[in-house]
Structure formats: C-alpha cells, structure tokens
C-alpha cells in the first residue's frame, strides 16, 4: 500500500503521461501509477546500486518489466531532453533536489511538469525554481507518521508566482495562502526551535563570561605569584 506522501504526489501526474521517478528506490511510486491507470510509461533512476536493484525487483514482480524502464544512473542524467512529461523527485534533502536540478539543467525542456518532494529544506527548491523561471502552480503539506512533508508542483512559463518573496521561497506561496492546519502545527514547530536555539546562544554567552572571569582570575593570580 503506497504511503499517504507518494499518493499525494501521485495526484499531481498529468494523465496518459511518461514520467521520470528520479531516485525512485523500491519504484513503488511509478509501478502504483501504470497499476492505476494514470500513466503510460515511466522510468525509474537510481543512483545507487541496493535501491536500483529494488526497483527492478518490484517492476518484475508487478509485471511492469515492458512499461517501467529502471536505469542506474545520476540524478536527470538517466533521461534525455524531452524523453518525459514529467520528472518526480520524492523523499530528498531539498539541497539534493536543488543539486539534481541543477547539475541536470541541459536535460530539462520546457515542456515538463516537476513535482518535487523535499523532506527538510524547502526553500532552496523554490529560490532554485523561481531563479531559473519555472513557476510554482500547486503546492501541498501534509503530515504522516509524525513527519511533515511539502510538495511543490511546477511548470515552466507560466507567469504565476514569480519573483517570490523571501517569505514565499521560505513557506510557500501557495501554503502561506492556504494556511492549513499542518502549516501552522509546521511553522509552530519551527518558531520553537529558533527559540531554543537563540535560548542555547545566550547560554553560551554565559559560558563566554565565566570563561572569561577564570582568565582574569589566572592573570591575576600569575601576578601575585610574580610579586
Ligand atoms: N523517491 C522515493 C520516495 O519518495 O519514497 C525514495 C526516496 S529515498 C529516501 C531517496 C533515494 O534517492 C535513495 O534510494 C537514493 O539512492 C536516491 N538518490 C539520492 N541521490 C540521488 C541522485 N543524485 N540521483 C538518483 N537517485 C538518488
């Protein structure tokens, strides 16, 4: 059964297209898609070998082996320029996902929809977009198994959302909008551990003093050995 998080990004698909799932891991994600209909084909990339072979292993086991190409490879390097309708990079860093795009750029046309799924560090996949003029036209949050994830939908020359805002890039244009719950049990989260770490700063501060008055006390008492 695919988590709550794939069929999410699951959702985004446009119909009767190709996709690519670039570290695709068990290629659950593209093998539930052919299985329910959304798709027609799809490729799954892996860089490393253990999940590359899992991949294989499921697209053989769901009988998928002649609509599901697995290919081990870097990031967009498996996929040539227009090869797909569609490229999903799911369940990543979003420094890595910024990273894949980026060293993938000459792969990208400007006919595919992204949709991206950073675990941590969302806003660097949205300044990496709004930088290099893809546009973000749907936006998601949601929480499973105590983990919240975000996923970002985007397209090229679309004038919608760009020029962000630095609160846009942080939160999410259309998340900021939308304001839902899980956005705000998210942002909640966030403000307390800013505090904490501002909270931590000034006990360091206070570690500075104290390190500061032992080296006067030493200074002093070298002095009145000295005497
Ligand atoms: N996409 C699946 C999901 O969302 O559940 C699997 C996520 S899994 C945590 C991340 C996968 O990305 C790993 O299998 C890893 O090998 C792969 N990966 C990491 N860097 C990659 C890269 N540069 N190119 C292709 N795959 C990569």
């Known amino acids: 059964n695919l988590s709550k998080r794939l069929k999410k990004v699951a959702s985004y698909i446009p119909r009767n297209s190709k996709i690519a799932d670039i570290g695709s891991d ?37 009988q ?12 967009l390097s498996v996929i040539s320029k227009g090869e797909v309708d569609c490229i ?19 792969q990208l046309s400007t006919k595919e929809r992204l949709i991206l799924q950073p675990n941590v560090a969302s806003d660097r996949v949205r300044t990496w977009l709004d930088t290099n003029d893809w546009s ?20 090229k020359s679309k004038e919608i959302h760009q020029n962000l805002s630095d609160i846009e890039r942080l939160m999410g244009p259309y998340l900021i909008k939308e304001k839902n719950d899980v956005f705000i049990k998210k942002w909640a989260h966030e403000a307390d551990k800013m ?26 008492e070298n002095q009145i050995r000295r005497q």
Not at 28 to 52: D, F, R, S, T, W
Not at 88 to 106: H, P, T, V, Y
């Open 136 to 155: 973000i036209i749907d936006e998601s949050i949601l929480e499973e198994d105590q983990h919240i994830y975000e996923i970002i939908v985007a397209e």
């Open 64 to 75: 998928l082996s002649t609509l599901v190409q697995c290919r081990l490879g870097n990031g």
């Open 195 to 220: 505090r904490k770490i501002i909270e931590s700063l000034k006990e360091t501060t206070q570690t500075e003093n104290i390190l500061n008055k032992i080296e006067l006390f030493c200074e002093r």
């Open 26 to 62: 068990h290629a659950y994600l593209p093998c539930y898609a052919l299985q329910n209909g959304l798709i027609n084909e799809a490729i799954a990339g892996e860089v490393n070998e253990g999940p590359y072979l899992s991949a294989v292993h499921t697209v053989e086991e769901c």
């Open 88 to 106: 999903i990079i799911a369940g990543m860093g979003g420094e890595l996902i910024k990273q894949i795009l980026e060293n993938g750029k000459s």
